[in-house]
């Protein structure tokens, strides 16, 4: 069955290579013209809820137009198990058989489509059955029939049941972006050598177990944050932008197949308390992708509705809202264009027993005992070296997450964030336990930026905010109870080569002398960040770099840039590499950088900024389960590997607010209910 | 103590600030006038043999000027062990005193200075203690004391006694230059995803055991091949070019104090078999650190010379010369200005018993029983692309082995080498073992030059290896007796960051037009070289692309180039991205991929090509102790891995050839001799 379903689309994949969806898709999931969604190969927790689409394309013109334009509208479609007997979707989930759903898209088959405006487009026709779930381990075969005779086959595998809870609590910290190469250039920042040994060392470097995690798209071999965060979360990747969601071909971004999240599971089987706390805007596909159920990671506004309100236009599995929600972006809260039907968001979270932080103060002294919502800026977060370092950056923003004039004031940084939420979690969450991610994400901002010296600042906050989360737990005598997770989402690819020489290069007035200022190998010399710089004090702690404006500084960069100049050296200022100029190009900014030289740019010349890269990133596990984290494996088994530790893989469906105390766990209103 | 050192190193240090060795260094590991060698924080295992030196210097002038340029030749030094009693040198190790040496070097202090051509020079007073021991695990301080009440203390660690064998077999596969960026882009090349799931995978992705190891060298942040995989042989960082010795300021490069390597270490411990396998000329500083002891990695020469008959200008461990040598670089074995004193090495070895092969169909036959050299080319063999796919690029070397003109024919390639040493190892080693190190070695020398694909195929070869050899180790039963590793010296800072659409790029006829054919994100679709092309077909086997050549290419790069041109996809020249003009400057070859986009450079422009840079490596492990190479740890510790693994960290002198069978395993001439 799986070779047959294979040579189908492999046969059919030939035949379309012209336009086999490189550059631009017809719809990533779907090589040929009946789309099955969720696609084959794709894995499930057993009874994770999750949303069925069949779309019957018909091309209107292109290289792949067929049948006038006019989609197959009797299409249907089986479901059986390991070979067994095929029973039509409806039947076999026990649903009334939905409203077929027509609509049209368009595409280009590649550039030189695109340069000539020629777009190509498609008519569909389609059904989705929503709400569904797979409760026995084993493998679905679903096959769609359409077009008289044309079939396209999934095959589904639904995992080992788990129905054990082996760790009480997951803390799962993201550092977005981050990669196993700036993890090692920010140890080389903070942490002194003598003769090549190390004196102290980073806290990841603590983990006993250290994993590889293949972070691609579903469609793309590199992926943005909104789908590797989906896949981390939920088991499923998905495609660009998208949140906990396989992408359909629909306009509306919000009626795509959803999928349960992790929290999802975890509140609807045991009733554990949860929650996010982030660097970035909350409403930031990380922390959205955790209750988020959007094509368009942008519907910032929707995003915050649902992870307070849970889905609105569906029935669907929801969380009851965060325990924790922390971060900035405040522009989703204040009443305002930027917030979900204009609505104040503080009052909305307040309403529903939400006490609200707009500040460090306030966050410190908020009850444990109550949910909690602190959001303590507008935007992101402003970076640790700017809010430790080089603090005029904060003056003149206009960020005060009150809505009013002028600068956020009494920032809190990610540890503060991040030990106030497991207070609060371990408090709420009780003898259920608690799940929080905790998510660094300028890491991935500045790498876009090429700020390296803030990326890397935020890494080694991350770093401390694990170190001291280690301490927290043990406090709280819940270490040994808790599997902590640190991993990425994606990489940049950044790698540092050698030392700078600034006052060599400053002193240098031509692009190509200045270049004589770089040290590689032998002439790289050792960390000089490390070293006392009489009267420089940040009081940053012993975790940080004693002086972040050495002489000799590293020299790093990536592969994929904008123009932009290299000056190397922490900027004083934050990094813009490249501006857009009047043709609406990207151009080298003058203003960015102003001493360095120029490198010309890799990238389209319309992106001003790095993009993300295909490497594998680093995944550290400490606590219950830890040893399953080893190796190398895909991203969706991070999921999978967390969901069996929390013991969120059962064969019956566990149903929330069923009444009775008879289901797993202690949590009230939970009852498993038998299914067929 | 320890505090100690240290305060007293960091003082000079702040002291020395103006010149404390960043470009350029007076000697790295010396940070003060007096220098230990071995320096502070040194490991050793328990009766590794190494030697001692003590440097005195007194510079002439410069910024450090001292004693009118006389170096203190009445310097004493002690040893004392975790805080006891303190006793000179040469009586605790029962040597007499040696001859005092005296020399004269010269460095520049920064930049400025080497433009000014101002070296400062150094007198040099010196002692060597050669040849000897620490036997029991501890801490031991030694102390130079010199110019009248100036001291330098360092500190030894003898780490913990490992006498057991746990492994019997030791396989340590070696991809120079290899990081998990180019291991995940390689796996995009060969390996198919079907809706984000791989349908089949590296042999690397089912090691249960994945680390990460540190990589850098003791006195720069960059290691060079040399001095890392003396850290991995030996458990001692060195400097760049350095081999088995840690540097001393002397000039001659065959005089430095050594330590003993882990083939030395386990020949004169258990009479082991071993052997090492490149696709470097086997001078090259990766295979050639198992036996070299060189400050200069270019002596090469001598290097063959030492694999075969051991360190001749001092009394020094040795190993009998390697069981199995398989690489290339004839140029160092024909009789000639190569080889070591003019001498036929062929001939050299032959004379000692070896089979020696010019061919894969020599090497297929040679015996399994003898022990065995093989040298296919002249230079470095030919990477896998070139052997396999594009083939007319090896029609035109002069590389035949025998010295003949015309290029080498027949040869093998590095799956082909490993297997037929397994099989000799297997065969020679038989109840005492063997330990075999495989290096990869044209994934960094490809890397240097800017060719991607060319690294990412001899990447595939390794991977192809790796699989090859789990399968034989289980045809000779020993799969479960032996320990493979399989890691990296150091990284290139390349990364994928999307697709070019190769058509669209070539159409284009402006640089920055060019850049448009680049896609990112959801443009960079899945890899195309998983996909069949007809007529395209190179018989490479399962784990290789099926198409080189696809029309969507990958995008990648690295941060630290000479100035290039970069066009995407497979060259089929290899590639020179940079030569040296008329000033002695590098810029672009018009040559080399003539249809690309000039980038221009981030190195000094002398560079012609990349260099390595700093991240940590990824350490794979299968077999017994696999469960030590987890987390994150320096590169010495591989060796301290494996060697407690082999059971080679004895607290007493296991001496080769003493007659008698008393000794550990089944040596005949090996016997154990008490110490005091």
Chains 1, 2 share one sequence.
Not at 1 to 14: E, G, K, P
Not at 205 to 231: L, R
Not at 263 to 282: C, D
Not at 392 to 421: C, I, R
Request: aromatic fraction near 10%.
């Amino acid at each position: 069955m799986l070779l047959n379903a294979h040579a189908v689309a492999l046969c059919l994949a030939a035949s379309l290579s012209a336009v086999s969806g490189q550059t631009f898709q017809r719809l990533g999931t779907c090589p040929d013209l009946g789309c099955v969604i969720p696609p084959d190969q794709q894995d499930f927790l057993p009874g994770q809820e999750f949303d069925i689409r069949f779309e019957i394309h018909a091309p209107k013109n292109g290289s792949e137009a067929f049948n006038n334009g006019v989609p197959d509208d009797k299409f249907s479609a089986t479901i059986a198990k390991d070979g067994g007997k095929a029973r039509s979707i409806a039947e076999f989930f026990k649903l009334s058989e939905p409203a077929l759903e027509k609509w049209t898209f368009s595409w280009f088959e590649d550039l030189f489509a695109r340069d000539a405006k020629t777009p190509s487009v498609v008519n569909v026709a389609s059904k989705a059955y929503r709400r569904v779930a797979l409760y026995a381990p084993g493998t679905y075969t679903v096959t769609l029939s359409y077009y008289s005779g044309k079939t396209t086959t999934a095959e589904w595998t639904v995992r080992p049941l788990a129905t054990k809870k082996k760790a009480k609590n997951v803390i799962f910290f993201i550092g977005d972006g981050m990669t196993t190469n700036m993890i090692t250039a920010a140890r080389l920042l903070a942490h002194k050598t003598v003769n090549g040994r190390y004196q102290s060392h980073l806290a990841l470097d603590d983990f006993p177990v250290v994993g590889h995690q293949m972070t691609h798209s579903i469609d793309s071999f590199i992926t943005d944050s909104a789908n590797s965060a989906t896949a981390l979360y939920s088991g499923h990747k998905s495609s660009v932008n998208a949140l906990g969601v396989y992408a359909d071909s629909s306009p509306d971004p919000l009626d795509d197949p959803k999928f349960e999240t992790i929290v999802e599971l975890l509140h609807r089987i045991w009733g554990s308390a949860w929650g996010a706390v982030s660097t970035a805007f909350i409403a930031d596909a990380t922390p959205a992708a955790l209750t988020a159920h959007s094509r368009l990671r942008s519907t910032y506004g929707v995003l915050v509705d649902q992870a307070l309100n849970g889905v609105q236009n569906y029935s669907w599995t929801g969380t009851g809202g965060p325990d924790v929600y922390f971060g900035t972006g405040a522009e989703q809260f204040l009443a305002g264009p930027g917030s979900y039907q204009g609505k104040d968001y503080y009052a909305e979270f307040a309403k529903k027993g939400y006490s609200v932080s707009l500040n460090k103060t306030s966050l410190a002294a908020a009850p444990n005992d109550k949910r909690a919502l602190g959001i303590f800026c507008k935007s992101n977060l402003p970076v640790w070296l700017d809010r430790n370092v080089f603090t005029d950056n904060m003056a003149s923003a206009k960020n005060d997450p009150s809505g009013a004039d002028g600068p956020a004031k009494d920032l809190p940084g990610l540890k503060d964030m991040t030990l106030k939420a497991i207070d609060v979690l371990h408090k709420r969450g009780g003898k259920n336990g608690f799940f929080l991610m905790s998510e660094a994400a300028s890491i991935d901002k500045q790498m876009h930026a090429l700020d390296y010296d803030r990326a890397l600042g935020d890494l080694l906050e991350l770093d401390d905010t694990v170190r001291a989360t280690m301490k927290k737990l043990e406090e709280l005598g819940i270490l040994d109870d808790t599997l902590v997770v640190v991993s990425a989402d994606h990489g940049h690819g950044f790698d540092v080569f050698g030392s700078s020489d600034t006052k060599y290069f400053a002193a240098q007035t031509d692009d190509r002398a200045k270049r004589e200022a770089i040290g590689v190998y032998q002439n790289s010399g050792l960390s000089q960040y490390t070293t006392p710089k009489p009267g420089v004090s940040y009081g940053t702690g012993a975790n940080f770099p004693l002086n972040w404006d050495p002489r000799y500084v590293i020299a790093g960069g990536q592969g994929a840039n904008p123009d932009h100049r290299e000056q190397y050296g922490v900027g004083h200022k934050p990094r813009e590499p490249a501006k857009v100029g009047a043709n609406g190009e990207a151009y080298v900014n003058n203003e960015d950088r102003p001493n360095g030289f120029v490198v010309n740019g890799t990238l389209p010349t319309g992106d001003t900024q790095g993009v993300h890269s295909l490497t594998d990133v680093p995944v550290y596990a400490r606590g219950p389960c830890q040893e399953a984290f080893g190796g190398t494996y895909s991203n969706i088994d991070v999921f999978f590997k967390m969901a069996g530790c929390l013991g969120l893989g059962w064969g019956k469906n566990v149903t929330e607010g069923a009444g009775g105390a008879d289901g797993p766990g202690c949590h009230p209103k939970r009852a498993t209910v038998e299914l067929p």
